[in-house]
């Protein structure tokens, strides 16, 4: 089974930085994309950055120029680096790879996963 974990949220006051981490563990063959999205208060969960198997990226717009998406494929690690954090970003972030794992039976599968999320909040 594979498993996704968030780390490095927390309080932060406007115009500051965090570093959100998340690590993949489990049966894994490959993982394809990884992003990252965020909800917050009564939205949507939108996308925010992704990142393939061979470092294209994309981001929001919202977000460009202040947010750099990044991954070590050895590791199974995505690093999402935030600065110039606005109060608008105050959101649950979650983490999602696109990957491939095996059942108990041996079958090979393709699945997407999240994480459990991390709590971004950003004091005016």
């Known amino acids: 089974q594979v498993q996704l974990v968030e780390s490095g949220g927390g309080l932060v006051q406007a115009g500051g930085s965090l570093r959100l981490s998340c690590v993949a563990s489990?049966?894994?063959?490959?993982?394809?994309?990884m992003g990252w999205y965020r909800q917050a208060p009564g939205k949507q969960r939108e996308l925010v950055a992704a990142?393939?198997?061979?470092?294209?990226?994309n981001y929001a717009d919202s977000v460009k120029g202040r947010f750099t998406i990044s991954r070590d494929n050895g590791k199974n690690t995505v690093l999402l680096q935030m600065n110039s954090l606005k109060p608008e970003d105050t959101a649950v972030y979650y983490c999602?790879?696109?990957?491939?794992?095996?059942?108990?039976?041996?079958?090979?599968?393709?699945?997407?996963?999240w994480g459990q999320g991390t709590q971004v909040t950003v004091s005016s």
């Open positions: 489990g049966t894994i063959f490959s993982i394809n994309t």
């Open positions: 990142i393939t198997s061979d470092s294209s990226t």
């Open positions: 999602n790879g696109d990957v491939k794992t095996r059942t108990r039976g041996g079958v090979i599968y393709a699945t997407v996963i």
